[in-house]
């Protein structure tokens, strides 16, 4: 009796371990992962191609396809336009717990879009952000954000990981 209500206990811990396991993963999956590579020094985002460049100096790290606002063309200007902003910025904040998955945020507007949306006795909008899809919008066509540049989950979690705060960014059409 004692050896049963051993192997039922043995059983039972070994249920509950594969509860935390993804689908045959070894271990839970975390959304922080480490990168060892080069530093990157700039990204570049085209968005006539959809494309993100990282680049360390002057060598070429990594390329992703990306989405961008529903309105894609032409630079955002004004809040709730849906346009994705172009010119020069920098990434200048992270947020970890992001309804996207990870996001690393993009330090639009600079001085140079708030005089402009000010002209125009509008506001310039903000809260633009490189982010992941965390499940929501699949199927909804190639640009769905309302400003942002959208990869993947695991893109973002690899992005996350290269890119330092104080990263220039360009962002061209």
């Known amino acids: 009796m004692h050896r049963r209500s051993a192997l039922v206990g043995l059983s039972s811990l070994a249920l509950l371990a594969a509860c935390g396991r993804h689908r045959g993963d070894s271990a839970p999956h975390s959304k922080f992962r480490g990168y060892s590579g080069p530093p990157i020094t700039q990204v570049q985002v085209y968005k006539a191609s959809r494309k993100m ?3 360390s100096d002057q ?4 390329t992703y ?7 894609p063309k032409g630079k955002k200007q004004f809040e709730g336009d849906y346009k994705t902003p172009e010119g020069f910025y920098f990434i200048d904040r992270r947020n970890p717990n992001s309804a996207f998955h990870l996001s690393l945020g993009i330090s639009y507007p600079n001085a140079e879009d708030r005089a402009f949306a000010e002209a125009q006795n509008r506001k310039p909008g ?5 982010h992941g899809r965390a499940g929501k919008d699949k199927g909804r066509g190639k640009d769905w954000t309302a400003g942002c540049i959208a990869v993947t989950d695991g893109e973002i ?3 996350y ?3 330092a705060n104080g990263t220039p ?3 061209f059409p």
């Open 126 to 130: 903000g809260d633009i952000f490189i």
């Open 169 to 171: 960014i360009w962002i």
């Open 65 to 71: 396809k990306i989405a961008l606002g529903g309105n």
């Open 157 to 159: 979690e690899e992005i």
């Open 59 to 62: 060598e070429l790290v990594k």
């Open 53 to 55: 460049y990282l680049f």
């Open 161 to 163: 990981a290269m890119i």
